[in-house]
Each structure stands twice: as structure tokens, then as C-alpha cells.
T-cell receptor, first 111, second 114 residues
Framework: GENVEQHPSTLSVQEGDSAVIKCTYS??????FPWYKQELGKRPQLIID?????GEKKDQRIAVTLNKTAKHFSLHITETQPEDSAVYFC??????????FGAGTRLFVKA | DVKVTQSSRYLVKRTGEKVFLECVQD?????MFWYRQDPGLGLRLIYF???????EKGDIPEGYSVSREKKERFSLILESASTNQTSMYLC?????????????FGDGTRLSIL
């Protein structure tokens, strides 16, 4: 069946460094790729998303890139801050009802 | 701002009990979802509903059922709770699909089955 692989499972960076999380999807019909951030004890919240007709999207310190040919997409966080510490989930959707989530990346930003 | 409210943050039940988890959203969203979240496994879809009284199985529906009698409310039912259903349960809602829509999540219910 369809799946989304996410790496790494844990990522530790120094404050001010960049963090990159990578995902690979299997369903070539996927056309919508959201990223969610889940802080400890809180709900997952959408932080950025990208559609298949776009190769890159930026929002302040966060950017997402998409390579449809390779079926890869990545989240880039620049100038990391302690409040960026959280679990990040990538996801892929074909525009239908189901969204497939990655297993999550726990990001630690050390002050 | 979309509000998805789950009835309990923490719940402790006994093996064999029938358990009801309730979820209400206030944005008139057509789609509602139930996930369970386990460490290292991400979010796994249990059931979803795209309209009142409509339901579809997700990836792990065994041992669960759902009910959607009103558009704003989606209930998850554990017919006979077992210890392997101890988990975090997340409800979500989204607008009707077409081009892919973000999901809005509740705070989750941490369910322990003893």
C-alpha cells in the first residue's frame, strides 16, 4: 500500500544551525504535501504545505522543497531556536480522503 | 480559527468495557477523521467520514467503530476495549477534498486500558 518514509527519526542541532527533515512517498498520484508540528502535549498543527505544481515554498525560517521525479520532499528550518523543538510529521495526499503520514522526526534544538 | 474539541484529555478504562471517544468541530467541515498515535508509528488512520452517516475504514479499523449522526460530531467506539488499544487518539477535520486540504486536530485523548 501507499506509505511515506521519514528520516531521521531524531535530530539534534545547536541553536542557530539549520535542520533538514526528508520524506519519500510511494504513490505517484500524490499532489498535496503538508507538514505538521507537534509540541509536547499539544495537537499537531500545520506549519507549511506544498502542492505538486510547485517546487519550493518558503515562509520565514521554514521552507519545503518537492522533487516529484524522485518522489522526495523536505522540510528546511534555518536559524533554529529552542521553540522549534517538537515532533514534525510529513504527509502526502492524492487530494482524496486519505492522507498518509510519516512516522515523525523528533527535533531537539540545544541552546 | 478552527476548533476541534475532544471530550477527554485522559481516560482510563478496563478490559472489555465499551468506550466512547467524542469529537466536535465548529467549522462546518465535511470530513472528519480518527487516528491513533503511537511512538515510532506516526499517525495511523482508524476511520474517516466525509458526510453525515457516512463512514469509511482506514488502515487499522479492527476493534473500532464510529458514528456520525450530526455534521459537527464524530464518535469513536471501542466495542470491547483491550490493552493493545492503549494509545493517544487524535480527531481531525478538514474541508471537503478536491485539491487536498490541511487537517485540523484536536488535543487528543490519552486512553489507558487496564
Amino acid at each position: 500500500g501507499e506509505n511515506v518514509e521519514q528520516h531521521p527519526s531524531t535530530l539534534s542541532v545547536q541553536e542557530g544551525d539549520s535542520a533538514v527533515i526528508k520524506c519519500t512517498y510511494s504513490d505517484s498520484a500524490s499532489n498535496y504535501f503538508p507538514w505538521y508540528k507537534q509540541e509536547l502535549g499539544k495537537r499537531p498543527q500545520l506549519i507549511i504545505d506544498i502542492r505538486s505544481n510547485v517546487g519550493e515554498k518558503k515562509d520565514q525560517r521554514i521552507a519545503v522543497t518537492l522533487n516529484k521525479t524522485a518522489k522526495h520532499f523536505s522540510l528546511h528550518i534555518t536559524e533554529t531556536q529552542p521553540e522549534d523543538s517538537a515532533v514534525y510529521f510529513c504527509a502526502a495526499s492524492t487530494g482524496g480522503f486519505k492522507t498518509i503520514f510519516g512516522a515523525g522526526t523528533r527535533l531537539f534544538v540545544k541552546a | 480559527d478552527v476548533k476541534v474539541t475532544q471530550s477527554s484529555r485522559y481516560l482510563v478504562k478496563r478490559t472489555g468495557e465499551k468506550v466512547f471517544l467524542e469529537c466536535v468541530q465548529d467549522m462546518d467541515h465535511e470530513n472528519m477523521f480518527w487516528y491513533r498515535q503511537d511512538p515510532g508509528l506516526g499517525l495511523r488512520l482508524i476511520y474517516f467520514s466525509y458526510d453525515v452517516k457516512m463512514k469509511e475504514k482506514g488502515d487499522i479499523p479492527e476493534g473500532y467503530s464510529v458514528s456520525r449522526e450530526k455534521k459537527e460530531r464524530f464518535s469513536l467506539i471501542l466495542e470491547s476495549a483491550s490493552t493493545n488499544q492503549t494509545s493517544m487518539y487524535l480527531c481531525a477535520s478538514s474541508q471537503r477534498v478536491g485539491r487536498g486540504q490541511p487537517q485540523h486536530f484536536g488535543d487528543g485523548t490519552r486512553l489507558s486500558i487496564l
